[in-house]
């Protein structure tokens, strides 16, 4: 089993930063490429970024490319995900999620998720 716990959401106003980490344990992190995805109200879960498990391969959404950025530490078992220029439309709650080996950006590759952070950004 690996135990994910997210961080670092919050209310803030359209421009603004945010960082989210991700904290892993249960296993060896390196072995698992992550993601994060989305939820807003009443929408599916929609693919945000995701990263490698070296960290040297990462892809995003075009929604959000330029103004994320996915990084990981393994060192320290953790992944983030930097938001900047958020919009209101970025409101959502966040997840992270664990794939054995390989990232993806479909939900249903992902083998372990988070309980999710609430990101609100006001307009």
């Known amino acids: 089993q690996v135990q994910l716990v997210e961080s670092g959401g919050g209310l803030v106003q359209a421009g603004g930063s945010l960082r989210l980490s991700c904290a892993a344990s249960g296993h060896t992190f390196s072995n698992y490429g992550m993601g994060w995805f989305r939820q807003a109200p009443g929408k599916e879960r929609e693919f945000v970024a995701r990263i490698s498990r070296s960290g040297s391969t990462t892809d995003f959404a075009d929604s959000v490319k330029g103004r994320f950025t996915i990084s990981r530490d393994n060192a320290k078992n953790t992944v983030y995900l930097r938001m900047n220029s958020l919009k209101p439309e970025d409101t959502a709650v966040y997840y992270c999620?664990?794939?054995?080996?390989?990232?993806?950006?479909?939900?249903?590759?992902?083998?372990?998720w988070g309980q999710g952070t609430q990101v609100t950004v006001s307009s």
């Open positions: 999620a664990a794939a054995l080996l390989y990232s993806s950006s479909y939900a249903s590759e992902y083998n372990y």
